[in-house]
């Protein structure tokens, strides 16, 4: 069965500080995407990030990086510098290898992490 | 431009009525799905339908109840049967290339 732990429920920081958040998944699949999600007080889920568990690069986009280790089955997220801005929830998902061609399964959910900034 | 559009943004029940969820796509992927977010539980699965007149349970089911006879359309209808509808409700569609789209939610409390 698939399963994403995000072990961290609460991180706060100070601004400038770098913060790393945590997400370790399992699958029987050989083909899945990983994804990250902020969800901002107002509800809406932002997209981050979709990586493929064929591409281990990891990426960085501005103050943004992630880790995919396939090795450890995690899939970390660390902001630079952080700011009070980035305060939010933050939802690591797995999904299921495409069905019938073009649809996606299912997205499964880490419980999130509540990133709270300082300033 | 194209989307997901949830209505209501907030919805008040009375115990013991149904309520309908609406979610609407213009993205034209076939597949749809509904979560339900409570604090400190992450985003859990209702339903999902991946083709028209077709749907699967997701993890917590019981008491809700969805249709798709439309591809643009999957709405849930969250009956007397769930007994503690209080969430926040996310409705996604999703299609391979692109990835998952989220709707803004709905807020559902009963009084």
């Known amino acids: 069965a698939q399963k994403v732990t995000q072990a961290q429920t609460e991180i706060s920081v100070v601004e400038k500080e770098d913060v790393t958040l945590d997400c370790v998944y399992e699958t029987r699949d050989t083909t899945y995407y990983l994804f990250w999600y902020k969800q901002p007080p107002s509800g809406e889920l932002v997209f981050l990030i979709r990586?493929?568990?064929?591409?281990?690069q990891n990426e960085i986009s501005g103050r943004y990086s992630w880790n995919f280790q396939k090795s450890t089955s995690s899939f970390n997220f660390t902001i630079t510098a952080s700011q009070v801005v980035d305060s939010a929830v933050y939802f690591c998902a797995l999904s299921e290898a495409p069905h019938r061609g073009s649809t996606l399964g299912r997205l499964y959910f880490g419980r999130g992490t509540q990133l709270t900034v300082w300033p | 431009d194209g989307g997901i559009t949830q209505s209501p943004k907030y919805l008040f029940r009375k115990e013991g009525q149904n309520v309908t969820l609406s979610c609407e796509q213009n993205?034209?992927?076939?597949?749809m799905y509904w979560y339900r977010q409570d604090p400190g539980q992450g985003l859990r699965l209702i339903y999902y339908s991946q083709i028209v007149n077709d749907f699967q349970k997701g993890d917590i089911a019981e008491g809700y109840s969805v249709s798709r006879e439309k591809k643009e359309s999957f709405p849930l209808t969250v009956t007397s049967a769930q007994k503690n509808p209080t969430a926040f409700y996310l409705c996604a569609s999703s299609i391979a290339k692109v990835g998952y789209t989220f709707g803004s939610g709905t807020r559902l409390t009963v009084v």
């Open positions: 990586r493929n568990s064929f591409d281990e």
């Open positions: 993205l034209n992927h076939d597949a």
